[in-house]
């Protein structure tokens, strides 16, 4: 069925930056909500941000000013723009395509980013 891939993941220095990407199967970037999730050992999934069919964009307080999601329908794909990375952002970070009217909803499997000295 539809299919996420999340890419860009990796080991960064407090303070760095990383760009994930997700891309999807053709033709549900038009009709469904985008969002970036994450989730750390021993803590439960939670929303990063999300980009809107319209293209607006909602990032949760402790990534607003540090982060920028972003989607281009025409390559159906999603971005993640991570600056001055965190050790608190360390997290298996996944892609979810949901669509409200039908209820499907889609996961990848995640990408790793590791925020160490």
């Known amino acids: 069925q539809v299919q996420l891939v999340e890419s860009g993941g990796g080991l960064v220095q407090p303070g760095g930056s990383l760009r994930l990407s997700c891309v999807a199967s053709?033709?549900?970037?038009?009709?469904?909500?985008m969002g970036w999730y994450r989730q750390a050992p021993g803590k439960q999934r939670e929303l990063v941000g999300v980009?809107?069919?319209?293209?607006?964009?909602h990032l949760v307080d402790s990534v607003k000013g540090r982060f920028t999601i972003s989607r281009d329908n025409a390559k159906n794909t999603m971005y993640l723009q991570m600056n001055f990375l965190k050790p608190e952002d360390t997290a298996l970070y996944y892609c979810?395509?949901?669509?409200?009217?039908?209820?499907?909803?889609?996961w990848g499997q995640g990408t790793q980013v590791t925020v160490s000295s």
């Open positions: 053709r033709g549900i970037f038009g009709g469904y909500r």
């Open positions: 980009v809107t069919i319209d293209g607006s964009t």
């Open positions: 979810n395509a949901f669509h409200a009217s039908s209820g499907h909803n889609y």
